[in-house]
């Protein structure tokens, strides 16, 4: 049994948590019957192109399913006392692991695009065509189920406002920036990236002859999705690494300024989307109480967990 509390609970995650389960879950299915419809095709007909297309779309099944298994984890365990800030950052762990797959794939398109531009092979344009734009069809209605239409209300379960001993306070507000669902919908993006470019490179090559834009149009997609790739890996790994948050950390400094308060040390980082913890210790004259400085404090609503150290000066 996992070890529970409800003296002191941690819950972090995002306000619109299940509802984005759901969503990724119904894309997962959604890729996962275009694989296997793909895959079956492809041996009852002898298509390699249908065979290449369907496991293609298997890596980003996996890939979309770890951010199904991120949500499903973190609702699981979201009262177990062994995550001392809650599991409001499993989704930036997926999100993380979808980033790597992402530049796998990004590496994958590129080397095959760059050998067939130095050895053409001969393309079957119509059933190429008919592939590519049945998965954009697929990615399109993927692309809708994962849009993002507001933030949502929070969840009653996860409503909390309690003060510890040690000046630490807990609020709940809207959902944030949600890097699980964001990567779910970079593969997503990245797989409709590459059905545009290669229907219009195998337009071009059908009916102008062009047949090197196919190989070329792989070339520009790598990069795109390698970009992407590179700007998750980034964001994600600043959460994990738990980098400060300067922008938190400025208004933090802000709203402490004045009456003689001054900052000693100050640490600001991301528990979960839209919720931050900071450790503020502060030197203050003795008419400045530890409440007076948490109400300072207050307006900042992405402040979730707030540990308060206060010296008099």
Do not use: C
């Not at 529970?4 to 619109?16: C, F, K, Q, R, V």
């Not at 997962?28 to 095709?41: D, H, W």
């Not at 980033?99 to 053409?120: D, N, T």
């Amino acid at each position: 049994m996992q070890p529970t509390s409800s003296a002191h609970e941690h819950i972090y995650l995002g306000a619109d948590h299940d509802r984005n389960t759901r969503r990724t879950l119904w894309v997962v299915l959604l890729t996962a019957a275009m694989m296997a419809a793909e895959i079956i095709a492809g041996y009852l007909t002898g298509s390699m192109a249908l065979l290449a297309d369907g496991f293609h779309m298997a890596t980003h099944a996996g890939a979309l399913a770890i951010s199904v298994g991120a949500y499903v984890f973190a609702r699981r365990h979201a009262r177990d006392t062994r995550f001392s800030f809650g599991t409001g950052k499993v989704g930036d762990l997926a999100g993380f692991a979808s980033a790597l797959a992402l530049a796998g794939v990004s590496i994958g398109i590129g080397a095959e695009s760059l050998w067939r531009l130095a050895r053409p092979t001969a393309v079957q344009f119509g059933e190429a065509i008919a592939i590519a734009a049945i998965g954009l069809a697929v990615n399109i209605a993927s692309a809708l189920l994962l849009a993002r239409h507001g933030h949502g209300h929070a969840h009653h379960g996860d409503e909390h406002a309690h003060q510890h001993s040690h000046g630490g306070d807990h609020r709940h507000a809207d959902d944030g920036h949600d890097n699980n669902l964001r990567s779910a919908y970079i593969h997503v993006l990245a797989d409709a990236l590459t059905s545009v470019l290669a229907i219009g490179a195998l337009l071009a090559g059908l009916y102008l002859g062009w047949t090197w834009l196919d190989p070329l149009m792989g070339v520009v997609g790598a990069a795109v999705i390698a970009r992407w790739s590179y700007s998750l890996l980034r964001e994600t790994s600043a959460v994990l690494l738990d980098v400060t948050d300067d922008r938190l950390a400025r208004r933090i400094r802000h709203a402490l300024d004045g009456d003689g308060t001054r900052i000693d040390d100050l640490h600001v980082w991301r528990i979960g989307p839209a919720a931050h913890a900071a450790i503020v210790s502060v030197s203050a004259p003795a008419r400045v109480s530890q409440t007076a400085l948490r109400e300072k404090l207050a307006a900042i609503a992405e402040l979730k967990h707030l540990t308060l150290e206060h010296r008099i000066a």
